[in-house]
C-alpha cells in the first residue's frame, strides 16, 4: 500500500464545552482561583489534552470521534455531510490548524491547503503585494510566486488594478484574485473546504475547471463540499461524515444516493453542543422547528406557505431591549433573505420566537437558518440552526437546470386573442 | 490555462504524522528554517501597513525617542540633576531610549500579533514561532531610523565611541531576544486570556523604571547591582550607553546576570509557546 498518501486512523478532537466561546478574560480565571482554589485547580487539571477518559464524559463534545480511512495518490474524494457533522474539523485536523485529541494520521507528499478564499488578504495592500501575501501564506516559495505572477493576474483578470490596494476592489474582484492564487499553488495533496460556493457562477466554473486540471494532473484532493454536482463531476470517492463518524465511504454514486434519501427523509441529527452550552451565558438558542404545517418533520418543508418557524431561546438572565437577527442562506451560503426584530424584553426562562410566512417561494434544496440575539453592546447568541432546513415541495421552473432561478414561483399564464374574451391558460402549477 | 504537467517529486517523501500533542516540547527548527520566507513576507507587510496608514511614516520613530528624550534631559536632567557619567544629557538619555524604544514596541506588537492574525491561524498552518518573530524583526526598522538622528547627534556633540563600539551587536542582539522572551509568554498568553493587552501597557511603564533609562545604573548600590541585572534591560541599556559612547564602566555584573535571564525566558518562553500552540487556533 504504497501509494496511500492520507492515512487516518481513529482521529478524533474533542471540545472542551466553553472552549468554542471564544477567549477567557485572565480576570474571570483569576477571580474563580481566589474563590474556589480547590475547584480551579481540579478543573484546570481535567482539562489538559492529553487526559483522555473516555467519549461519554459530558462536559465534552467529540466534535469527531473514530475517524478512520486511507486516500491514495491521485484520488479526489469529496467529503460531505450536514453543518455541524464534523467535516471542517476533519479538514482543519489534516490541515495542521488544529490538533487531534485522539489518534492519528499520515500525510506523504507536500500539502496546501484552501480552507477560505483570501487567507490572509490585507485592505491596505496592493493586489500586487496581496499575491505575494497570501501565497506566502499559503506555502508558495518567493520564486514559485514570481514564476506564475502572470498567469494568477490573468487567470483573476484584474491586470489594470494590480497596483491598487485591495480595499478599492470589488467583491468579485477580490474573490477572484484570492482564488487565482490559491488554484497556483501546485501542492501534490490539496484539502479545499466548500470555498468554491463563493462568486458568481461564471467564476465557480472557472475554478471548477481548474479543480478539474489540477485533479487530471494527477494530484490528490480532498473536497468539502455541500453541492452535490460538484462533488459527482469531481470526485471519484466519498466520504459521509455524520454526528463525527463515518457514517459511509465508497464510490460516488452510491454514497451519494444514501446520503440524499437520508436528507429527504428529513433525518434529524442533534446539534450536540446547543443542548450542552453552559449556564453562563446571558442566553442561547436551543432549538427550531417548522410548527405549521405540522408534519411528522422538524425540518422538511412540503409546501411554499403560509409556513410557520419557531426558534426557541433559554434566558439565564433578564435582557432588556434586545435585538433578534434572522437570516436564511441556501447551501452556496448565498444570503436568501434576513431581518431584525428590535425592543425586546426577556425575562428569564424560556422564549419562543416565531415566524409566520404566508409564502417562501424557495427551490427545493437544503438552507440553512441563521438567529441572533443581542443586547445593547453584544452578541449575546448566534447560532447557524442545525438540522438545516430542507424544501421538498415541487420544482415550479424551467425545465432544463441552467435555467433554474433562486427562486421556485408557481404561475398562471394566459396568452389572450384578440377581442375574444375566451383564454387560453397554462398553469405549473 | 496552459496546464504546464509538474513532475511530482517522487524520492521517498517523509511522511508526517499528525497526532495529539504529547510530551513537554519540541521545537522543529528545521521547520522554522523552511519558513523563514514566510517570515521576511510579515515583516515586509508589517512594515509596509505601518508605514502606509501612519501619515509621517518614518519620523515618527525619530520624533517618539526625540521628543521623551527632550523631556528627560529636562526634568530628570537638569531639574533633578541626575547622574551621566560626565555625558551630556541629550546622548545620554537617547543612548538609553534607543533600545528601550524598540523593546517597549516590539514587545506590545509582539503581545497582539497572535490575536491580530487570528484568521490566518484558523485557516492555515505555518510554524506559529513565525509571528512573535516577525513582530520583534519588524520593530527594527524603527529602531534603525531612530539611530541614524543618533548617528547625527553624536556628531554634533563630537563624541567617538571607543573600541567597545566592537561589543555592540552583541547588546542589540540581546535587546532583540529580551523582546522575544518576554513576548512569546505574552502574546501564547493574550491568545487565551484576551485582557493582557491592556496588563501590557502597564507592565512596560513599570519596566522602565525597573531599567536605567532615566538614571544610570551606578546610582543603584554596588551590592544590590546583580538582583538588578535580573531585569535584562538592565544590561541591555547600559551596555548599550557604555558601547555607544564608550564612557562609564563596562556593566560587567549586570551583563552576565541579564545574559543568563535572557537565555532563560527565551527558552521559557518558546517551551510555553509551542505549548500553547496546539490551543490557539481553537481559542482564538
Not at chain 1, 7 to 19: A, T
Not at chain 2, 86 to 91: A, M, V
Request: glycine share 8%; net charge neutral; hydrophobic share 45%.
Amino acid at each position: 500500500m504504497s501509494d496511500v498518501v492520507i492515512h487516518v486512523d481513529s482521529l478524533g478532537k474533542r471540545y472542551r464545552i466553553g472552549e468554542r466561546e471564544r477567549y477567557l478574560a485572565l480576570r474571570d480565571v483569576l477571580t474563580r482561583a481566589i474563590k474556589a482554589p480547590a475547584r480551579f485547580f481540579t478543573a484546570a487539571k481535567s482539562a489538559s489534552p492529553c487526559n483522555g477518559n473516555g467519549y461519554g464524559n459530558r462536559s465534552h463534545i467529540w466534535a469527531l470521534k473514530d475517524v478512520s480511512f486511507d486516500i491514495r495518490q491521485g484520488e479526489v474524494v469529496g467529503i460531505i455531510g450536514r453543518n455541524g457533522a464534523g467535516k471542517s474539523t476533519l479538514l482543519k485536523i489534516l490541515a495542521r490548524v488544529t490538533k487531534p485529541t485522539r489518534g492519528h494520521a499520515d500525510i506523504r507528499g507536500r500539502m496546501g491547503t484552501l480552507l477560505e478564499v483570501g487567507t490572509g488578504f490585507h485592505p491596505e495592500l496592493s493586489g500586487r503585494e496581496n499575491v505575494f501575501l497570501s501565497g506566502a501564506i499559503l506555502g508558495m516559495s518567493k520564486d514559485e510566486i514570481r514564476r506564475k505572477f502572470d498567469e494568477i493576474v490573468d487567470f483573476a483578470e484584474v491586470e489594470k488594478f494590480i497596483d491598487t490596494p485591495l480595499k478599492h476592489y470589488s467583491t468579485g474582484m477580490q474573490m477572484r484574485l484570492a482564488f487565482a492564487v490559491a488554484a497556483h499553488l501546485e501542492p501534490e495533496i490539496l484539502l479545499v473546504d466548500e470555498v468554491l460556493s463563493v462568486g458568481d457562477i461564471e467564476f465557480q466554473k472557472k475554478c471548477l475547471g481548474k479543480m478539474g486540471d489540477v485533479a487530471k494532473s494527477g494530484r490528490t484532493i480532498l473536497f468539502v463540499s455541500h453541492q452535490m454536482n460538484q462533488v459527482r463531476r469531481l470526485c471519484d470517492r466519498a466520504v459521509w461524515v455524520d454526528g463525527g463518524q463515518i457514517r459511509q465511504q465508497g464510490s460516488v454514486a452510491p454514497v451519494l444516493g444514501a446520503y440524499e434519501e437520508a436528507m429527504s427523509r428529513g433525518e434529524v441529527a442533534v446539534d450536540q453542543s446547543r443542548g450542552a452550552r453552559s449556564s453562563h451565558q446571558k442566553a442561547s438558542f436551543r432549538r427550531w422547528q417548522i410548527i405549521e404545517p405540522q408534519g411528522d418533520s422538524q425540518n422538511l418543508l412540503f409546501t411554499l406557505g403560509p409556513v410557520v418557524i419557531q426558534f426557541s431561546v433559554e434566558a439565564n438572565r433578564p435582557i432588556s431591549n434586545a435585538r433578534h437577527g434572522i437570516a436564511l442562506f441556501n447551501v452556496d451560503r448565498q444570503l436568501m433573505w434576513a431581518w431584525e426584530a428590535t425592543g425586546l424584553d426577556l425575562g428569564p426562562g424560556m422564549h419562543e420566537f416565531r415566524f409566520k410566512f404566508p409564502v417562501l417561494p424557495l427551490r427545493p434544496g437544503p438552507y440553512y437558518w441563521q438567529v441572533s440575539l443581542w443586547d445593547d453592546i453584544e452578541q449575546i447568541d448566534l447560532w447557524d440552526c442545525i438540522p438545516e432546513m430542507v424544501i421538498a415541495t415541487e420544482g415550479y421552473q424551467h425545465p432544463s437546470d441552467e435555467w433554474n432561478g433562486i427562486l421556485n414561483v408557481p404561475c398562471e399564464f394566459a396568452a389572450l386573442e384578440g377581442n375574444r374574451n375566451e383564454e387560453v391558460t397554462i398553469s405549473n402549477f | 490555462m496552459s496546464a504546464t504537467p509538474t513532475v511530482l517529486s517522487q524520492p521517498a517523501q517523509p511522511t508526517l504524522r499528525i497526532e495529539a500533542p504529547r510530551g513537554w516540547i519540541h521545537v522543529d527548527l528545521k521547520e522554522l528554517w523552511d519558513a523563514r520566507e514566510l517570515l521576511y513576507f510579515f515583516v515586509w507587510r508589517d512594515v509596509k501597513i505601518r508605514y502606509k496608514q501612519t501619515a509621517i511614516g518614518a519620523a515618527w520613530a525619530v520624533l517618539q525617542p526625540l521628543m521623551t528624550m527632550l523631556v528627560f534631559s529636562l526634568f530628570f536632567g537638569k531639574l533633578a540633576k541626575i547622574p551621566s557619567h560626565g555625558l551630556p544629557y541629550p546622548i545620554f538619555y537617547y543612548s538609553a531610549l534607543l533600545p528601550w524604544m524598540y523593546f517597549s514596541g516590539a514587545l506590545q506588537n509582539a503581545t497582539n500579533v497572535v490575536v491580530e492574525q487570528q484568521r490566518v491561524i484558523t485557516k492555515v498552518y505555518f510554524p506559529r514561532l513565525v509571528l512573535p518573530l516577525s513582530a520583534v524583526v519588524a520593530g527594527l526598522l524603527d529602531f534603525a531610523i531612530a539611530f541614524g538622528a543618533f548617528l547625527v547627534m553624536m556628531l554634533y556633540y563630537r563624541i567617538v565611541p571607543g573600541p567597545a563600539i566592537l561589543l555592540f551587536p552583541l547588546f542589540l542582539l540581546l535587546a532583540v531576544l529580551t523582546a522575544l522572551g518576554a513576548g512569546l509568554w505574552l502574546s501564547a498568553l493574550n491568545a487565551i486570556y484576551r485582557d493582557v493587552r491592556y496588563v501590557v501597557p502597564f507592565l512596560v511603564q513599570f519596566w522602565m523604571f525597573a531599567s536605567p533609562v532615566a538614571y544610570p545604573s551606578s546610582l543603584v548600590p554596588e551590592q544590590w547591582r546583580w538582583v538588578y541585572g535580573l531585569n535584562p534591560m538592565a544590561g541591555v541599556i547600559e551596555g548599550f550607553r557604555w558601547s555607544l559612547t564608550g564612557q562609564g564602566q563596562p556593566p560587567n555584573i549586570l551583563l552576565a546576570v541579564s545574559s543568563t535571564m535572557v537565555l532563560l525566558l527565551v527558552a521559557g518562553g518558546t517551551a510555553y509557546f509551542t505549548r500553547m500552540e496546539g490551543t490557539i487556533a481553537d481559542v482564538v
